[in-house]
């Protein structure tokens, strides 16, 4: 079974400034997906980034990015610039290559961020 | 545009009720699926659908039952409800053949058993 591990239950940043979110996964499959999730404040839970597991690039998305190491089994998610909307839960998940319409995603347990005026 | 609605939003029940989370979406996808999260858990899938009809468990299913009439609802079922179930609710769709695991969640079911 693959299982998902965010080390960081909490983390703060100051406005403007950049913060990292770590992401272990554990898996035997080779090719895979990965995504992280915002869950804001009593608000519904948004996909943020998504990478594919057989592509090298590293995924960007305007001030998110991702650092893949694919042999390390690591997915971190750059934030830069960060602003005050940045501040919610983030979750890393995972999905296996979808089989007959399913999307199963695994979820780690998340990082609470906070971005300080 | 509604997307993923869920309905209630908070309900109190009394250990070994019974009651339905339902959840509608309007944008036509095929699949639907319900999770719950726990303070440190994460988010765990309680079951999942492909399509009208299609049903199967995911990793926390006991105590729960789904069905799928009807591309639009799937709702949760909850058939003697336990302290143990107390927990937020999320309801998710996806786009079968979509960007894969790109998932649209409903703003969730607040749920206390007593």
């Known amino acids: 079974a693959q299982t998902v591990t965010q080390s960081q239950p909490e983390m703060s940043v100051q406005e403007a400034e950049t913060v990292t979110l770590s992401c272990t996964y554990d898996?035997?499959?080779?090719?895979?997906?990965l995504f992280w999730y915002k869950q804001p404040p009593s608000r519904q839970m948004i996909l943020v980034i998504r990478?594919?597991?057989?592509?090298?690039q590293n995924a960007t998305e305007n001030r998110f990015s991702v650092n893949f190491q694919k042999a390390a089994k690591s997915f971190s998610l750059k934030i830069s610039d960060s602003q005050l909307g940045d501040t919610a839960m983030y979750f890393c998940?995972?999905?296996?290559?979808?089989?007959?319409?399913?999307?199963?995603?695994?979820f780690g347990k998340g990082t609470k961020l906070t971005v300080n005026p | 545009n509604a997307g993923v609605t869920q309905t209630p939003k908070f309900q109190v029940l009394k250990t070994g009720q019974s009651m339905t989370l339902q959840c509608a979406q309007d944008?036509?996808?095929?699949?639907m699926s319900w999770y719950r999260q726990d303070p440190g858990m994460g988010l765990r899938l309680i079951h999942y659908?492909?399509?009208?009809?299609?049903?199967d468990q995911g990793e926390v299913p006991n105590g729960y039952n789904v069905s799928r009439s009807t591309t639009e609802d799937f709702p949760l079922r909850l058939l003697s409800a336990a302290p143990s179930q107390t927990s937020v609710y999320f309801c998710?769709?996806?786009?079968?053949?979509?960007?894969?695991?790109?998932?649209?969640f409903g703003e969730g079911s607040r749920l206390t058993v007593l």
């Open positions: 998710a769709t996806g786009i079968a053949g979509g960007r894969a695991g790109e998932l649209f």
């Open positions: 998940a995972f999905m296996k290559l979808p089989q007959g319409g399913s999307e199963k995603l695994v």
């Open positions: 990478q594919e597991a057989y592509k090298q």
């Open positions: 898996t035997s499959e080779n090719n895979y997906y």
């Open positions: 659908s492909v399509g009208a009809g299609i049903t």
């Open positions: 944008m036509n996808h095929e699949y």
